[in-house]
């Protein structure tokens, strides 16, 4: 009798218990309600963003690029001021040709945009315009292509050139080098980082790579000018 009173008085303390901890939670989810409903929002509106987001980018990729194939044949036939800033004398379904600049800025979410960049690039600076250029390389060194990253760390290695920051232009003209696979290009780029850091007097930075050019691309041009890069520096050609 004594062992059946002790379990009825242990199943009451359990239900107790039991009914206590729900009634925390209840009165926990009670008081916090409106949060737990602002915190659920919160998330919800989270997930509707990034869906946003990836929409607005593939369209806003669909648009650049129909901007892009309008524009570029300017880029082609090096009528730069058009290619720049666009041709309002032209248009498609209403809209008038817009420029690269246009482009870079508009779009510059898009791997389009990041590509009108390295155009500005290079047309700022095939016209001298060196500072500006190397404000749109930096752009279009954050593609997710490795041509584009490419070509924009070598217009940012010319830009650091004619600031005389040689050392600086070295090491961007490797960085370039390592991205790109063609033979051809890997030369001419460790020729000009070699050639940097001559005038930046790292003697045995620029041996090291003029050697490198002669040994991995014999019958390149680039052989032949690491060769004489080699003769100025003063050392012996193997």
Partial sequence: MAKDNLETEMNNEEFTVSNTSNDNSLNFIQKNSKLIIIVSIGIIAIVAIFAFIRYKNQEDS??????????????????????????PTQS??????????????????????????????????STGKYSQ??????????????????????????????????????????????????????????????????????????????RKVVLSSKFSEFAELAKEGLTRIGTIIE
Avoid at 65 to 87: H, N
Avoid at 93 to 111: D, H, M, Q, R
Avoid at 155 to 175: I, T
Avoid at 187 to 205: I, P, T
């Fill in 62 to 87: 669909l648009k650049a690029s129909t901007l892009m194939s309008r524009v570029l044949p300017y880029y082609e036939k090096a009528d730069y001021t058009k290619a720049l800033d666009g041709d």
């Fill in 92 to 125: 498609y379904s209403g809209e008038p040709v817009k420029g690269l600049k246009f482009i870079a800025s508009e779009y510059s979410n898009t791997e389009q945009g990041k590509m009108a960049s390295f155009y500005v690039g290079n047309i700022l600076l």
């Fill in 133 to 210: 250029a190397s404000n749109y390389f930096n752009d279009a060194s954050s593609s997710d292509s490795k041509v584009v990253q490419c070509g924009a760390l070598a217009g940012k290695a010319a830009c650091l050139e004619v600031d005389k920051k040689y050392e600086e232009a070295a090491k961007a003209y490797l960085d370039a080098a390592r991205l790109i696979a063609d033979d051809e290009l890997q030369a001419r780029y460790n020729y000009y980082a070699a050639y940097a850091y001559e005038l930046a007097s790292k003697k045995d930075d620029a041996e090291k790579l003029y």
